[in-house]
């Protein structure tokens, strides 16, 4: 990875390795690094995964938040990142969602990770000299261009791109459309997906806003999605159409902890950042799928 990035940008990051629940290894880590902004990504992330371990959940998200922000205030760190997530509206009242909308209760133990995060960040600037910008993401997806930086799931992977990149290669045999009996026009979830690289620049904006004293308030939030809102079906069959391959697939339950629909209101975000969505469905299926044909390659390079 960290190689990846030198290739594509020609400059090679610093990397540590340090688990962000023992935060005396990263009290260690601000001692030696000058740090003046934290974008913080680092969380587990999957819906159903959370509903059966809760526990799991609860710890490494809000522990490692709870730990840096802590370390803000020890070490004067003022501007600070946060990967939110759409799961904080539950299902909505109405779409497309915007940022006043009332949250409504999180439907799995992730989305409460991330709305008790929001509510700890909130409490927090109120009280301390720090700002923080909340992104809301949508579902993101895709590969850089380059197919030198992509999705690596540690195990299987329980999201649905990956799953339809490896069904599609054929590392898995079928996988499953998990409910096709939601209040929707094909049965299937409506997600919104946004491709990683409108994700990633708006990260630039947000921090860039933030060292400029662009800010408006010392907590903001703003939602990263299209306002594209894409059913299950609709992404298999388009991923078919893109790259002529076909994806087997069956139609079972419905996971624990899906919201039925949602998909963002994205005018405050545009506005507001001055950040607008630029790749296509096309994009992010060609990416994804340039991706998986790229960790194919490398793992029969090392099965050898
Ligand atoms: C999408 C849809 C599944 C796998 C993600 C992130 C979360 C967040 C929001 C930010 C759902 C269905 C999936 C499969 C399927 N925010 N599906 N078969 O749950 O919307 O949450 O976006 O980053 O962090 O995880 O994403 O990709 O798991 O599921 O039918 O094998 O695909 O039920 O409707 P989800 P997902």
Redesign the pocket.
Known sequence: MVDSIEEITGIRPGFANIDLNNKSAVQEFLRIHKVVAIIHFAAF????ESVEKPLEYYRNNLVSLLNLLELCRENGIKHFVF?S???VYGQPDYLPIDEFATVKPAQSP?ANTKKIGEDILRDTTAVMNINVISLR????VGAHPSSKIGEYPVGAP????P?VTQTAIGKRDK?????TDYNTPDG??I?DYIHVVDVARAHVVAIDRMLSGQTKNKYELFNLGTGNGLS?LEIINAFEKITGVKVNYECVER?GG?VEKVYSDTSYANKELGWKTTHTLEDMITSAWAWEQVLQKKSLVTSK
């Not at 329980?158 to 791109?161: A, H, R, S, V, Y």
Request: glycine content about 6%; some cysteine.
């Open positions: 992330k999957a819906v159903g990967s997530s759409c799961s992730y993401y949508f579902n993101p329980l999201n649905l791109f799953i996988m499953k459309v998990f409910g299937s979830c997600r299950v996971r899906d």
